[in-house]
Nanobody
Framework: QVQLVESGGGLVQNGGSLRLSCAAS????????MGWFRQAPGKQRELVAT???????NYADSVKDRFTISRDNTKNTVYLQMNSLKPEDTAVYYC???????????WGQGSQVTVSS
């Protein structure tokens, strides 16, 4: 079992910055993928960014050049630095951890990010 605890959400003005953190505990395995999804009101949940345990990253086109995902494997923690935030980035952000063999995706509790115009 894996537990994911998120922190760092909040309210920020248009153009501002926020940093989300997600700490994993339990049977995380040394080989995994961590990342972030988000869900805005009335919309489907969508991928924001992922990072492998070796540091390979993947971003949604809508956040490229504005958001940066990183991780500290010694702390089993993933971060999402969000810069140049826009009102359309307003959503609940969910941390994920993918384990393999067998595959399973764990979800965090969600953190509200609100960007005011």
């Amino acid at each position: 079992q894996v537990q994911l605890v998120e922190s760092g959400g909040g309210l920020v003005q248009n153009g501002g910055s926020l940093r989300l953190s997600c700490a994993a505990s339990g049977s995380t395995s040394s080989i995994n993928v961590m990342g972030w999804f988000r869900q805005a009101p009335g919309k489907q949940r969508e991928l924001v960014a992922t990072i492998t345990s070796r540091g390979m990253t993947n971003y949604a086109d809508s956040v490229k050049d504005r958001f940066t995902i990183s991780r500290d494997n010694t702390k089993n923690t993933v971060y999402l630095q969000m810069n140049s935030l826009k009102p359309e980035d307003t959503a609940v952000y969910y941390c994920i951890l993918d384990r393999f063999s067998p595959y399973y995706r764990y979800w965090g509790q969600g953190s509200q990010v609100t960007v005011s115009s």
